[in-house]
């Protein structure tokens, strides 16, 4: 069975960081492009970053180059999102998957709630 459970969502201050993880099970993630998505109240389900399966290639949405930072590891079956410098705009329940289309729920885990308020 296809799984992905995401963690590390928090509440933090504007400015504040997290570092968001998600552990994959019941299909090894080497072969597969990975993705981080967020649905938040202004944008709904949006793509904030991919990485490709041996980590040679990695992307962003223009809103979280520079603060954000994907990484995997292989052999742990695991993905990360390391955020900094986190903004208000940021709030939202964050969401890995095994797909390009993680707008069908099949494709993503439960996600992980970012809320940032002062």
């Known amino acids: 069975q296809v799984q992905l459970v995401e963690s590390g969502g928090d509440l933090v201050h504007p400015g504040g960081s997290l570092k968001l993880s998600c552990v994959a099970s019941?299909?090894?993630?080497?072969?597969?492009?990975m993705y981080w998505a967020r649905q938040t109240p202004g944008k709904g389900l949006e793509w904030v970053s991919r990485?490709?399966?041996?980590?040679?290639?990695?992307g962003y949405t223009d809103s979280v180059k520079g603060r954000f930072t994907i990484s995997r590891d292989n052999v742990k079956n695991t993905l990360s999102l390391e955020m900094k410098n986190l903004k208000s705009e940021d709030a939202g329940i964050y969401y890995c998957?095994?797909?390009?289309?993680?707008?069908?729920?099949?494709?993503r885990g439960q996600g992980t709630q970012v809320s940032v308020s002062s």
């Open positions: 019941g299909f090894n993630i080497t072969t597969w492009w």
């Open positions: 998957s095994k797909s390009a289309n993680f707008y069908d729920p099949l494709n």
């Open positions: 990485i490709s399966p041996y980590s040679r290639q990695k």
